[in-house]
């Protein structure tokens, strides 16, 4: 196939093209800087809502990624403004050239976030639960909204509510693994906040099972099916390194050093069930988080 991928440079980005390239498949970026002489890159620019649809047709599937950073930097007014802008802008403007092309992809692939449902303590969310509250939930509405353009030109449109994905090259993870192996590690907050969290493995898999699985439209949570709470994620980290994780971050401490965003990522409650996935027959390789971080810091 030929797929088209946005967001390609990054950690989620980078492996896909890695996988689709193995896989014998023609995987070409959408870039913003000048595309390379020979490189398989199409040039946009969704800030100027620049993009040539010419270039665009042909391609079997589209997975579209880009998005200013979530978890780098204080959520200012304008880096707020940044993160919602470059996903609704961005994703708006892929939608719209996608559906006047003649030649079109079967499927649009666009991320969106397991923030969607806010912070909801235990309570058991799927694809079916209600939007929930807060900044990031909102966002998520409007990005998952904007790709609908493409859906009412007939191209199947998926958007990837995907939790904390785990690799120790990239993400999230190897931010925390510093920390850990000197023993400083702990429970963010009280800890009892939900983790719902995947393999960069397991999601790469997801994104081929989606574009594979016709019947699959709409929401689909991008997370494995045991969700645990950030104390119980910071243990399974803890006995994978072989390493005490005692050391509690309190909450006042958090909102003290990143503001709004603590409660936005860090201690706000997600615990998110994959139906969909399950449903079509999706296996996950690592459904269990401590083999998952056994497999995956087994060389550390």
Not at 13 to 27: C, I, R, T, Y
Not at 101 to 130: C, H, K, M, N, T
Not at 267 to 278: G, I, K, N, Q
Request: with cysteine; glycine share 12%.
């Amino acid at each position: 196939m030929r797929i088209l991928l946005s967001g390609a440079s990054g950690f989620i980005g980078s492996a896909l093209v890695a996988a689709f390239g193995d896989e014998g498949h023609e995987p070409v970026r959408l870039v913003r800087a000048e595309p390379r002489p020979g490189g398989a890159e199409i040039r946009w620019d969704p800030t100027a809502g620049r993009l040539d649809a010419a270039s665009l047709e042909g391609f079997d599937a589209v997975v579209h990624l880009a998005g200013e950073s979530i978890a780098e930097g204080r959520w200012t007014r304008a880096k707020k403004t940044r993160i919602r802008d470059s996903r609704v802008r961005g994703t708006e403007l892929l939608a719209r050239t996608l559906a006047r092309l003649s030649d079109r992809p079967e499927v649009l692939v666009s991320a969106s976030a397991i923030g969607f449902y806010g912070d909801r303590g235990d309570e058991e969310l799927d694809e079916q639960s209600p939007r929930g509250n807060g900044f990031v939930a909102e966002v998520c509405r409007q990005w998952e909204g904007a790709s609908r353009t493409a859906g009412a030109a007939g191209i199947r449109v998926v958007q990837l509510r995907t939790g904390l994905v785990l690799s120790p090259t990239g993400g999230a993870l190897a931010k925390m693994l510093p920390a850990f192996r000197l023993g400083l590690g702990g429970r963010l907050g009280s800890g009892r906040q939900y983790v719902s969290w995947i393999t960069l493995d397991d999601l790469v898999d997801v994104v081929r099972h989606v574009i594979a699985t016709d019947r699959l439209q709409g929401p689909v949570n991008a997370v494995a099916p045991q969700p645990v709470t950030n104390r119980e994620f910071a243990r399974a980290l803890g006995r994978a390194l072989r390493r005490p994780a005692r050391v509690p971050v309190p909450r006042f401490a958090l909102r003290a050093m990143l503001g709004e965003m603590a409660d936005g990522l860090l201690l706000a409650s997600t615990r998110v069930l994959p139906r969909r996935l399950l449903d079509t027959g999706f296996r996950f390789g690592d459904a269990d988080l401590q083999g998952a971080l056994a497999r995956l810091l087994a060389a550390e």
